[in-house]
């Protein structure tokens, strides 16, 4: 069976930091492009960043010079470090990834169950 585990969100203040991190474990062949989206209050599910195998990156506008989005193939894993974090970055946070499974003939994609992040004072 294939999931997404991630962790590291929580509460901290405006101008804080915070580094989610996201493993892929199962039965997995190949990983391709691994993503992080939020969702916020009354609000739809956004892509923040995203990173290619060859960790080519791409960021929302809202994050670029804030968070950073990096990979380690060996351990499965993506990252989000956030820093300068501010009220309006606070939702749930996703990571996703789409993978080459023994059974399957084409990539799927997977999600992971999200983590709260709100930064409050």
């Known amino acids: 069976q294939v999931q997404l585990v991630e962790s590291g969100g929580g509460l901290v203040q405006p101008g804080g930091s915070l580094r989610l991190s996201c493993a892929a474990s199962g039965s997995i062949v190949g990983i391709y492009d691994m993503d992080w989206y939020r969702q916020a209050p009354g609000k739809q599910r956004e892509l923040v960043a995203t990173?290619?195998?060859?960790?080519?990156?791409n960021y929302a506008g809202s994050v670029k010079g804030r968070f950073t989005i990096s990979r380690d193939n060996a351990k499965n894993t993506v990252y989000l470090q956030m820093n300068s974090l501010k009220p309006e970055d606070t939702a749930v946070y996703y990571c996703?990834?789409?993978?080459?499974?023994?059974?399957?003939?084409?990539?799927?994609?997977?999600w992971g169950q999200g983590t709260q992040v709100t930064v409050s004072s």
């Open positions: 996703n990834a789409r993978l080459l499974t023994r059974h399957a003939g084409h990539p799927i994609s997977y």
């Open positions: 990173i290619t195998y060859g960790s080519s990156t």
